[in-house]
């Protein structure tokens, strides 16, 4: 399993979390439990978008990379809390997460399958 695999992963999974953590926003559920997801779904969004942030750049300029690779994350991160004053925090969140886990299982789907080598019985051009 490569690096872009475990971010799509992360990404769902992350997505997924904040979206759980709506819905025991909804169902009444203590603070400690919905604090706990909501750190645990942004590191796994933060690992998820840093790759995406990362695959936005060209593969020649590795400084440029680590750059977009933070920035992009912190960039989505300032514009939710840019919304949070004007709604219910959670419910931003949720949606975020149904996004983010839309986004991550269409990515997982459309991830080209991993190809074996094939064995070479004779010589070069022998199938």
Do not use: C
Request: no cysteine; aromatic share 8%; hydrophobic share 60%.
């Amino acid at each position: 399993m490569d690096l872009r695999a475990i971010a799509r992963w992360a990404g769902l999974v992350g997505g997924l979390a904040w979206l759980t953590r709506y819905l025991l926003d909804l169902a009444g559920a203590g603070q400690s439990i919905l604090s706990v997801v909501y750190w645990l779904g942004l590191a796994l969004l933060f690992a998820a978008m840093a790759s995406m942030g990362a695959g936005l750049v060209s593969s020649s300029a590795t400084w440029l990379r680590a750059i977009v690779a933070v920035a992009f994350p912190l960039l989505v991160w300032s514009v939710l809390e840019v919304l949070h004053p004007s709604g219910n925090a959670y419910a931003i969140d949720g949606v975020f997460g149904l996004l983010a886990a839309v986004i991550a299982a269409v990515a997982i789907a459309k991830a080209p399958r991993e190809r074996r080598p094939r064995t070479r019985s004779a010589g070069a051009h022998a199938r």
